[in-house]
């Protein structure tokens, strides 16, 4: 069954650098997205991209945030200036248009973002 | 605004069964899903209820909704074991893409 997959499982970084966090998201969906759920609270959304361009976006998601689709493949999700409390599990999803079963958004296994 | 509130734990024994309840405070929303999540998995869909629907039954699934109330319900039938993780109740709503989740639910069954 197709998957959506995300590299690294784990990263750390120190605070006040740039991360990268890619996704590979199921290979004939339209619509992608980015969650974090920082330890002991929420899963919480921060933005969807659509058509090369991001369609909505929560108040989380600041200037310090940006996604690309650089490839065909990949969909990125770029922190500029880690803060500690950036620290928190990324979750990428990707959906087609209508799924059979409502509107399914498929979750990668997250990655998990450690700022010292 | 939109909060999901559930209760954080259940414990319950193999073949009986469990019930996982969610509250919710936007009316709005178009659908509710319950999502599971397995240690080291990622999120995974296990069902969903469009808003104008009561109950919903898939397998050993059952959904009910009571909109009077923003109650929403999973009912698994037959615990097993491999059903131990944490449950999520999350609304969606039609023309915006975004989830909004619940606080989770971890279900633990013993044997």
């Known amino acids: 069954e197709p998957e959506v997959t995300q590299t690294p499982s784990h990263q750390v970084t120190q605070m006040g650098q740039e991360v990268i966090l890619r996704c590979v998201p199921i290979s004939n969906h339209l619509y992608f997205y980015w969650y974090r759920q920082i330890l002991g609270q929420k899963v919480e959304f921060l933005v969807s991209?659509?058509?090369?361009?991001?369609?909505?976006k929560s108040e989380i998601f600041d200037d310090q945030f940006s996604v690309e689709r650089p490839d065909g493949s990949n969909f990125t999700l770029k922190i500029r200036s880690t803060k500690l409390e950036d620290s928190a599990m990324y979750f990428c999803?990707?959906?087609?248009?209508?799924?059979?079963?409502?509107?399914?958004?498929?979750f990668g296994p997250g990655t998990r973002l450690t700022v010292t | 605004g939109e909060d999901v509130e559930q209760s954080l734990f259940l414990s319950v024994r193999e073949g009986d069964s469990s019930v996982i309840n969610c509250t919710y405070t936007?009316?709005?929303?178009?659908?509710l899903y319950w999502y599971k999540q397995e240690p080291g998995a990622g999120l995974q869909l296990l069902t969903y209820?469009?808003?104008?629907?009561d109950m919903k039954q898939d397998q050993r699934l059952t959904v009910l909704l009571n909109k009077k109330d923003k109650h929403l319900s999973l009912r698994i039938a037959d615990t097993q074991t491999g059903d131990s993780a944490i449950y999520f109740c999350v609304e969606g709503y039609t023309g915006f893409q975004k989830l909004v989740f619940g606080t989770g639910t971890r279900l633990l069954v013993s044997p």
């Open positions: 209820i469009f808003s104008n629907m």
């Open positions: 999803a990707s959906s087609d248009s209508w799924g059979t079963r409502g509107y399914e958004q498929y």
């Open positions: 991209f659509y058509n090369n361009e991001i369609s909505e």
């Open positions: 936007d009316s709005s929303s178009t659908y």
